[in-house]
Every structure is written in structure tokens, then in C-alpha cells.
């Protein structure tokens, strides 16, 4: 409530939590940076296959591309032959393609950015996307990645959320990321944008080393909900939510086939519980709650 209205807010009422996209004036709008590469940051193609779930949802244009001779080697990422609707092979190159969306109903406006870790050049390439951003007027910048970690199939996937731009992470109350070792692109990218002064964030998913085969759609759909909450956009995914339960089976099925993998997955399962049950309060509960019910409201009709 505002307090030039006179009214007084109950000091036992916690505070509504900040949203990542702050409000603009009227016929303005918001323009939102989604970056994933498939490659090192991309364990099980989660990251691009979820951007690439969004960018089919909301109907993305490709706008631009990034010359692949520039940042390729063709002898590590090489190009492949398919088929096309008409039966003529065609060579798809190793390349960055840039898309834009609306978000619908909303004022948001979205900046897909699909394609391969490059192999050459990184600094020029990151700058080549800030510069694609500065003529796009984006606001945010998201990136989107997949990790392999010693995490159960059964569990919720557990998608961490961190950033280097200390205004952000104190009004969000995000994390600085603790991480010390080899980077890809995705970290390049970030810290390039830091500098540019966009403020940035990134997201990762973790998906279990021992099923890290593509695709993988239960660690794809964790970060679908993770960029549903960033943007409180509601996101039609009870396709995708079907292929994960399918998926989930299906290692199920395996695991039980493997003695030694089925103990391996109690195990961390286990562990996981474990690590999980002092947040298993009433509150964190009923917070996930009010979550859930909130995507279901925006779902129906």
C-alpha cells in the first residue's frame, strides 16, 4: 500500500518480493536479453532446447546472424548435412542466430540468442553481441546454462540463479557466484556485459551426470519455470511437463535394470533429502505452494 494514501502497512506482513523487471511509463517497453550456446555450458542441451521451446512458443523472427567464418574451426564443430521438405542435402553451418519476440499481453520484448560456443575470438564475439543489444535497447541480459552434478533423475532439478552486478543481486537478493575454474562462453559474456553496465544474471541448471544424454527435458522445463518467475510471464508448458515425467520413468526403468546404478541413485537421493529437510519448513512450503498455484491461475483460461 502507498503511504501517501494514509494507509499503513502491517509491520507482521512480509514484503512482496522485488521483480527482476521494474515498472516503466505507460507505451513503454522492456527488452530482455535470452543467451544459451550449446557446447561445454550446455550439459543435455537443456539450455538451448529450453530457449529454443520459447522462441517457438512465442513465435521469435530471426533478425540477424553472426558470421560463423569468424569463430568457428569446422574441424571441431563441424557442419552437417540434412534433407530438406523437398529432399535436397543441405549443409547447416555452426553459427549464432539472433531472434526477437513479444511476450504476449505484455510489454516485454524478447532477444533470443541461439548457437555454438565459438572456438575462435571470444572477446570480439561477446562484443559483437553487446552491440547487437545496444541496437536492440536491452535492459537485461539472461543467461542460460546446464551443468552435469551429482544430482538425482527423481528430484526437482535444481536451477541456481547468480550474478556480479551487486545492485541487482541486493534488490533480488541473488548470489554472487562462488565458482573458481575453466569459464565458457556463458561466463565470458557476463562479465563482458557487467562492463558494458547491463545488468545481467545467469542461470544454471543441474543436470544428473549418469543420464547426461540429450535431450533433457526435466532439466529443461526447471529452467523454463525459473525464467517464468524472472518474467511473470505465464509459460504454456504441459507438453514439455509430460515429456519429463516420461523421462523420469524411463531412468526409473533403467536404473532398476543396474543394481549398482539403482543403489548409486538411493544414494543421492538420500543425500539430497538430507541436504533439503531443514528447508522443509511450513513457510518455504507454503511459499512453493502459492507458486504452483499461481502458474496454475495463469494457465487457465
Same mark, same amino acid.
Do not use: C
Given at each position: 500500500?502507498?503511504?501517501f494514501?494514509?494507509d499503513t502497512?502491517?509491520?507482521?506482513?512480509?514484503?512482496? *518480493? &522485488?521483480?527482476?523487471?521494474?515498472?516503466?511509463?505507460?507505451g513503454?517497453? +522492456?527488452?530482455v536479453?535470452?543467451?544459451?550456446?550449446?557446447?561445454?555450458?550446455?550439459?543435455?542441451?537443456?539450455?538451448?532446447?529450453?530457449l529454443?521451446?520459447?522462441?517457438?512458443?512465442?513465435d521469435?523472427?530471426? +533478425? $540477424?546472424?553472426?558470421?560463423a567464418? &569468424?569463430?568457428?574451426?569446422f574441424?571441431?564443430?563441424r557442419?552437417?548435412?540434412?534433407?530438406? $521438405?523437398?529432399?535436397?542435402?543441405?549443409?547447416k553451418?555452426?553459427?549464432?542466430?539472433?531472434?526477437?519476440?513479444?511476450?504476449p499481453g505484455t510489454?516485454?520484448?524478447?532477444?533470443?540468442?541461439?548457437?555454438?560456443?565459438?572456438?575462435y575470438?571470444?572477446?570480439a564475439?561477446?562484443?559483437?553481441l553487446?552491440?547487437q543489444?545496444?541496437?536492440?535497447?536491452?535492459?537485461y541480459?539472461i543467461?542460460?546454462?546446464?551443468?552435469l552434478?551429482?544430482? *538425482?533423475?527423481? %528430484?526437482? +532439478? *535444481?536451477?541456481?540463479?547468480?550474478?556480479?552486478?551487486?545492485a =541487482?543481486?541486493?534488490?533480488?537478493?541473488?548470489?554472487a557466484?562462488?565458482?573458481?575454474?575453466?569459464?565458457?562462453?556463458v561466463?565470458? =559474456? $557476463?562479465?563482458?556485459a557487467?562492463l558494458?553496465?547491463?545488468?545481467?544474471m545467469?542461470?544454471?541448471?543441474?543436470?544428473?551426470?549418469?543420464?547426461?544424454?540429450a535431450?533433457?527435458?526435466?532439466?529443461q522445463?526447471?529452467?523454463?519455470? %525459473?525464467?517464468? &518467475?524472472?518474467?511473470?510471464?505465464?509459460l504454456?508448458?504441459a507438453?514439455?511437463? &509430460?515429456?519429463?515425467?516420461a523421462?523420469e520413468?524411463? @531412468?526409473?526403468?533403467?536404473?532398476?535394470?543396474?543394481?549398482e +546404478? $539403482?543403489a548409486? @541413485?538411493?544414494?543421492?537421493?538420500?543425500?539430497?533429502?538430507?541436504v533439503?529437510?531443514p528447508?522443509a519448513?511450513g513457510e518455504?512450503?507454503a511459499?512453493?505452494?502459492?507458486?504452483?498455484?499461481?502458474?496454475?491461475?495463469?494457465e487457465?483460461?
Amino acid at each position: 500500500m502507498n503511504s501517501f494514501d494514509g494507509d499503513t502497512v502491517d509491520p507482521g506482513t512480509p514484503p512482496e *518480493p &522485488e521483480r527482476l523487471l521494474q515498472p516503466v511509463e505507460d507505451g513503454a517497453r +522492456i527488452t530482455v536479453m535470452l543467451a544459451a550456446f550449446e557446447g561445454w555450458n550446455d550439459a543435455g542441451e537443456a539450455a538451448s532446447d529450453a530457449l529454443r521451446y520459447l522462441n517457438k512458443l512465442w513465435d521469435g523472427k530471426k +533478425i $540477424a546472424t553472426i558470421d560463423a567464418d &569468424e569463430y568457428y574451426d569446422f574441424q571441431f564443430t563441424r557442419p552437417t548435412v540434412r534433407r530438406n $521438405a523437398a529432399g535436397q542435402r543441405k549443409i547447416k553451418w555452426p553459427s549464432t542466430r539472433i531472434y526477437k519476440a513479444t511476450a504476449p499481453g505484455t510489454n516485454v520484448d524478447v532477444i533470443f540468442v541461439q548457437g555454438t560456443e565459438p572456438s575462435y575470438k571470444w572477446r570480439a564475439y561477446t562484443a559483437e553481441l553487446l552491440v547487437q543489444a545496444e541496437a536492440l535497447n536491452v535492459d537485461y541480459v539472461i543467461l542460460v546454462g546446464a551443468l552435469l552434478a551429482d544430482v *538425482p533423475h527423481s %528430484r526437482p +532439478i *535444481p536451477v541456481s540463479t547468480s550474478t556480479d552486478d551487486a545492485a =541487482l543481486r541486493e534488490r533480488m537478493n541473488f548470489e554472487a557466484s562462488q565458482y573458481e575454474g575453466p569459464v565458457g562462453i556463458v561466463g565470458v =559474456l $557476463a562479465e563482458v556485459a557487467l562492463l558494458a553496465g547491463l545488468p545481467s544474471m545467469s542461470l544454471w541448471a543441474a543436470v544428473p551426470h549418469y543420464v547426461a544424454q540429450a535431450p533433457s527435458p526435466k532439466a529443461q522445463l526447471a529452467l523454463l519455470h %525459473r525464467i517464468e &518467475e524472472l518474467l511473470q510471464v505465464p509459460l504454456d508448458t504441459a507438453e514439455l511437463a &509430460e515429456e519429463a515425467e516420461a523421462w523420469e520413468r524411463g @531412468v526409473d526403468e533403467l536404473a532398476t535394470e543396474d543394481p549398482e +546404478i $539403482a543403489a548409486y @541413485v538411493r544414494q543421492l537421493e538420500e543425500a539430497k533429502d538430507t541436504v533439503d529437510l531443514p528447508e522443509a519448513s511450513g513457510e518455504s512450503i507454503a511459499r512453493e505452494f502459492e507458486r504452483y498455484l499461481k502458474r496454475r491461475g495463469k494457465e487457465k483460461p
